[in-house]
């Protein structure tokens, strides 16, 4: 099974994108974030005809998550924002306050959970989240985000077990270590790579979870996930490791190849800021060139941050 986390930074707008992914990487699942879109708006027919089911989680013109499942893959146990019911309405002509004081990511659309089940092997439990950004180290978006943290361990805690076939996949906008961050001193201090936030990832850890990337690529450096459109970052990879796909022991134990697709990131049509990041169990999935090679000397040339 090929398990896949992306960022599409607007379904709408990257519907094209996706399309393009889906056959060229030909994942079972692939878990989405910041669709921005309402449930109504949800483009299912266009997932019908690449040959996948579309769960949908949104509110409007933010946030939005969404997991796409392979036809012939069973689909059920939907649960959305941790089963604490309705999330709001950011659509069109909807009021939203936009205040700091105001912020509670607890009403935004970002958490999806499904069980998937391929004909005749055990069930995976897989879920999309879609952290906030924190924006500002010690505002109420950053404080906020901590609680949401808080809030996805304890919906763990609760309802899930450390022994089951569970993958949580997503935009968690935590860059973990000083080596997922293309210049720890350049970002010190700042929002993604705080301590308070790099403990809240590693309680998800400690609950039971494997940072799959990491296992399989202990000493990987500038392999990133994440670059700002502005600038050139991308053609310097000056990025961020911030998605992610974390896995308890059955699933981590099945793990073959993990991979960031960094030629998703680039050309047309418009891509999203995030590249996909792809974990393969049992067998290797349709093989697909991530683009990392041919781009070394690019990036050395240009005196970004060599990959390795």
Known sequence: MRIATWNVNSMKARLEKIEWWLERAAPDVLLMQETKLSDA???????????????HHGEGRWNGVAIAVRD??????????????????????????????????SDEARMLAVRVREPGADPVRVVSLYAPNGRVVGSAFYEGKLRWFARARRWLDAMRDPGESLVIGGDLNIAPADIDVWDARAVHGGTHVSEPERAAFRNLLDWGLHDTFRDRHPDARGRFTWWDYRAGNFHKNFGMRIDHLLATGAVAS?????????????????????APLVLDLDAAGRPFDPGWS???????????????
Not at 44 to 53: N, P, S, V
Not at 264 to 269: L, V
């Open 41 to 55: 708006d949800a483009p299912l027919m266009t997932f019908q005809m690449a040959g996948y089911q579309l769960v």
């Open 72 to 105: 012939g893959i069973a689909i059920d146990e939907p649960v959305t924002n941790f089963g604490d019911g309705r999330v709001r309405d950011s659509g069109a002509g909807a009021t939203v306050s936009l205040e700091e004081e105001d912020f509670d990511p």
């Open 254 to 274: 099945r793990v073959v190849a993990v991979e960031i697709d960094r030629e998703a990131r680039k050309g047309k049509p418009i891509p999203s800021d995030h």
């Open 294 to 308: 041919d781009a070394e000397a690019r990036i050395v040339a240009r005196g970004g941050l060599r990959p390795g």
